[in-house]
């Protein structure tokens, strides 16, 4: 029974996901309500999808009871109560987790060859091909609402960051973080510190192509972004920085180690590191006490993505999420 259930939920994950990137949702919405629920053309023809896929993705999504439809199976609807859920312009946390099934489903065959002995040492983040943008979306929804408002002043270093100092963000992806704490207009962020000057390093070109779009969008002169392995930064950096902060990214790295003694080297003599990492226990049985079914999420996000990138070097460290 509980294989047929996982088997059942992982379906309705995917279809989620698959309704949420075509933006279903919203067109749903949009055209439909619980007093004039929405014929399936109506929504199709809203939200530009083939009626034929749009119908067929709400029944997957009614059956599964994440939407409703009417006896004639041919009108749906969400409940008002839950619309927020699925259209707020920042995700629901869930719905945001749900992005992920496709970007670990899509590299199944990949990971069944690196589990094997002779297989290859990990994957590289070529392999995931939307995962920066899915990230992104991910960082928005679990750090945006806390990040200047609760996370900075824990750290002691509101007030620095006022004044103006020189801040470093390990692991910056697509520049969510380092953008958003250098905003000035306030009409996009109501809280910042444009008098602060901020860097950001990735791995990848990808990830810096897009950190480097979303400043351009955001007109910010005081955020830059650079191509650096945390490993190994701008052997000019030495004591640069007033403080470095890594978010969600230290579990990623191939040499971890080898990260800490640079943001070390990098961090001027009475800096600040700060690092926000997984809630966890380093302990399966404590995790399935602590968290519950919701503990599963964090070791797939380890099988599938986290464990692999960060073995994919000889004289990796990382031992896993």
């Known amino acids: 029974m509980i294989l047929k259930t996982a088997a059942v939920q992982a379906n309705i994950a995917l279809g989620i996901a698959l309704a949420d990137r075509t933006n279903l949702f919203k067109a749903l919405a949009s055209v439909g309500s619980e007093s004039a629920p929405a014929h399936y053309s109506e929504v199709a023809k809203y939200g530009n999808l083939k009626p034929r896929y749009t119908k067929e993705l709400l029944a997957l999504l009614a059956c599964s009871d994440i939407i409703e439809v009417t006896p004639d199976g041919d009108h749906f609807y969400i409940k008002d109560a839950a619309k927020e859920v699925f259209t707020s312009e920042i995700k629901d946390k869930s719905l945001a987790f749900s992005t992920f099934i496709p970007l670990h489903a899509a590299v199944f065959d990949n990971i069944a060859e690196v589990m094997k002995c002779e297989g290859p040492l990990g994957m590289d983040y070529s392999n995931y091909g939307s995962f920066y943008g899915i990230m992104d979306q991910f960082s928005i929804v679990i750090h945006k609402k806390h990040l200047v408002p609760d996370l900075i002043p824990m750290t002691g270093m509101k007030e620095k960051l006022i004044e103006g100092i020189e801040f470093l963000d390990v692991g910056c992806g697509s520049g969510f973080h380092a953008c958003e704490l250098g905003c000035f207009n306030l009409s996009i962020v109501s809280q910042a ?34 191509q650096q392995n945390a490993k190994s930064m701008n052997s000019e950096w030495n004591n640069k920085f007033d403080m470095v902060m890594i978010f969600d990214a230290c579990h990623d790295q191939c040499r971890p180690d080898l990260a800490i003694k640079e943001i070390h080297r990098v961090l001027k003599p009475g800096g600040i590191f700060a690092m926000v990492e997984i809630d966890g226990t380093s302990n399966v049985h404590q995790d399935k006490l602590t968290f519950g079914p919701a503990a599963c999420a964090f070791y797939s996000a380890s099988v599938f993505h986290c464990l692999a990138v960060g073995s994919n070097s000889e004289g990796k460290k990382l031992e896993g999420r």
């Open 193 to 226: 510190f444009p008098k602060s000057h901020f860097s950001g390093i990735d791995l990848t070109d990808s990830a810096i192509l897009k950190a480097n779009e979303r400043k351009a969008q955001m007109l910010l002169p005081n955020v830059e972004f650079f």
